[in-house]
């Protein structure tokens, strides 16, 4: 018998966060990775809101190959 794995054809990530170190974490945002077959796929999100000391977590399901070669965050400093 051959066991076959369910590869969704628009595999999905999901960014959320906490600002409360990991202790309650936010709905999230799903973000696409792109088409099977497509290759350097960026994946962005705008907007995530404003927080300090804020924590981000990735979270990847689909059985697809994943690399994480990096990642920004562009944050503009306030009042505290």
Do not use: F
Not at 47 to 70: E, F, H, N
């Amino acid at each position: 018998m051959t066991s076959h794995i369910l590869r969704s054809q628009d595999p999905q990530m999901v960014i959320d966060w906490s600002d409360d170190h990991g202790r309650n974490w936010s709905n999230g945002r799903t973000v696409s990775m792109g088409k099977i077959g497509e290759y350097n796929v960026r994946c962005k999100t705008w907007r995530l809101g404003y927080a300090r000391d804020r924590v981000y977590r990735v979270t990847i399901s689909d059985p697809v190959k994943r690399v994480i070669l990096s990642a920004e965050l562009e944050a503009v400093g306030g009042a505290s």
